[in-house]
Nanobody, 132 residues
Framework: VQLQASGGGLVQVGGSLRLSCTAS????????VGWFRRAPGKEREFVAAINSSGKRWSSGRTYYGSSVKGRFTISRDDAKNTVYLQMNSLKPEDTAVYYC?????????????????????WGQGTQVTVSS
């Protein structure tokens, strides 16, 4: 599976962006997909994840990091091999490089889903900059 993240850019505080993660490969639809971000000088941070069709974690089919819950929405269109991250009410602290990742995490416990080390495939990252 190869992943391509896109949709980043410069946006003002309170604005919105939609990131896309497009995959190649027949097995993409059976993979859970997560979004992570890394801000300058900071550790990689879990943003959101969505399970594959028909699979649910203990939290449901999606899960969000506490810093983005209620503002970001993850979704997927398996017919297009694409996962989206809709980001609303953006804040300066959302500024980071955003990465998508995929892995066989359908039945994983949540601590595994939150860990970047659990994912097998990674995209190249897309920069999101929120200006105040």
């Amino acid at each position: 599976v190869q992943l391509q993240a896109s949709g980043g850019g410069l946006v003002q505080v309170g604005g919105s962006l939609r990131l896309s993660c497009t995959a190649s490969g027949r097995t993409f639809n059976s993979n859970a997909v997560g979004w992570f971000r890394r801000a300058p000088g900071k550790e990689r941070e879990f943003v959101a994840a969505i399970n594959s069709s028909g699979k649910r974690w203990s939290s449901g089919r999606t899960y969000y990091g506490s810093s983005v819950k209620g503002r970001f929405t993850i979704s997927r269109d398996d017919a297009k091999n694409t996962v989206y991250l809709q980001m609303n009410s953006l804040k300066p602290e959302d500024t980071a490089v955003y990465y998508c990742a995929a892995g066989q995490l359908g039945n994983a416990i949540m601590s595994t889903v939150l860990s970047g080390n659990s994912y097998d495939y990674w995209g190249q990252g897309t920069q999101v900059t929120v200006s105040s």
